[in-house]
């Protein structure tokens, strides 16, 4: 079985068995497209049986020398090993070249804190009126629960 044979068989996984969204079904066949053009490149004439880790490996990295956003990258590879998954689970490969391919990570982005100043001008916004500005009728209540969340460090869920 070739590759683009796999890719219709997944793709018909997806809409009757997993009932994908159409943006999902979009995006999984964008990124199956996107590889096997890179392997059809590299490799003319290579069965999805015959895909190893090796050649993941380099497809990640020629994706990471374009500079593409992490986000995407995460979600290539999600498709792909959904993808290889779904062939090793039907019995079309032995084995998933993801088997022994370590996983991509997501960024973790320290938060942005508030100076004591911006953090002094939250707590006074609810008493603030001016022109333009309607008068609130539970002003008492946004300052208590703007202070609960900035004093107790609470999270918005635990206060509610």
Do not use: W
């Not at 911006?118 to 009728?137: C, H, N, T, V, Y």
């Amino acid at each position: 079985m070739n590759f683009s044979e796999a890719v219709q068989r997944f793709a018909i996984y997806l809409r009757g068995e997993r009932n994908a969204s159409p943006s999902t079904m979009r995006a999984y066949r964008t990124d199956l497209l996107d590889f096997t053009a890179f392997v059809e490149k590299q490799n003319p004439g290579l069965s999805p049986e015959k895909c190893d880790r090796l050649i993941l490996r380099n497809y990640f990295f020629h994706l990471q020398s374009q500079d593409f956003e992490r986000n995407t990258l995460l979600r290539k590879h999600a498709s792909l090993r959904s993808f290889f998954g779904f062939l090793q689970r039907e019995g079309i490969i032995s084995q998933t070249p993801f088997q022994f391919l370590g996983s991509l990570k997501k960024e973790k982005h320290i938060p942005h804190v508030l100076s004591e100043k911006e953090m002094l001008e939250l707590l006074d916004a609810p008493f603030i009126s001016g022109p333009g500005k309607r008068k609130r009728k539970n002003v008492l209540r946004d300052k208590a629960v703007l202070e609960m969340l900035y004093s107790a460090g609470v999270r918005v869920e635990e206060l509610s």
